[in-house]
């Protein structure tokens, strides 16, 4: 099952994926074109080999000095883009918040925390839902704290990541055992970001974001997958109810409900729904 949030929220991450094999793509043309240049013109400056590059003046530096420059881009833009993808991740959560409140309104029972990896499984396990793995939340956690060292030019690793790395990082390496390449949960080397542990990160929360979905969508009462449909095709346009319309919005409902949520509604949960919401 799935929920109407994945599509969005999973497109989101794979697009900021592309861009990162984008970068990667430019910097390896870039370092080619650097090596046919020969080591003759590493004195040579940015202007004199880039001559219709606006940007050359701009830079002004020799050849030779161009490495720092890139190591300098790539922890940045590494950093850039696991602090995005983190971003779109912690409102995939919000969001579902909202939908398990509008999906299950009898049972829903928010749970108020600083930490909204915290919040989110809080409010799952007092509003009753089976609950997705911890070690997900940990590793959001995880990212979130790593994420706030570089946003805010930490020089020193912080006390809760330091604890984390400490009580949770092991069980994480053996979590994830057979999806990381390059990151180390018990590594203490947490201020920059590499570019095998940054394809890592990313790849991690599309799965976290999948796994989540899928879990919260198996938590959703039908009658709310089922209320929710019928508001979104119907409500706008009521029309005049009979066992025609009602035959023809049951088989629509199912059809949405396939498509939209991967669940198999069933016709005497939907009609007594359909029979009412826009009609006129």
Partial sequence: MKTSLLKKYIDRLASLNDQLCFFQFNRNELNKRLNDFGSKAGELYTPDLFANNVMAPRINVTINELPKFQELNEKFTFGAYISTSYEVTSYYLRDSLDILSQFNPSTYVVTN?????????????SSSCTLPPRELIDTIKYIRLR??????????????MSNLIQTQGANLNSYWSHTLTGLDFESTDVLDFGESETIDILKLLRIIVETLDENLANNLSKEGIITFLAQEQFASKPQRINAI??????????ALGQATFGVNLIDSDIEPIVSVIGRK
Avoid: C
């Fill in 245 to 254: 319309v009602v035959k023809e919005r049951i088989r629509k409902i199912k």
């Fill in 113 to 125: 925390d600083n930490q909204l990896e915290e919040k989110y499984i809080l409010t799952l396990n």
């Fill in 147 to 160: 994420r706030n060292l570089f946003t805010h030019i930490a020089d020193s690793i912080s006390t809760p």
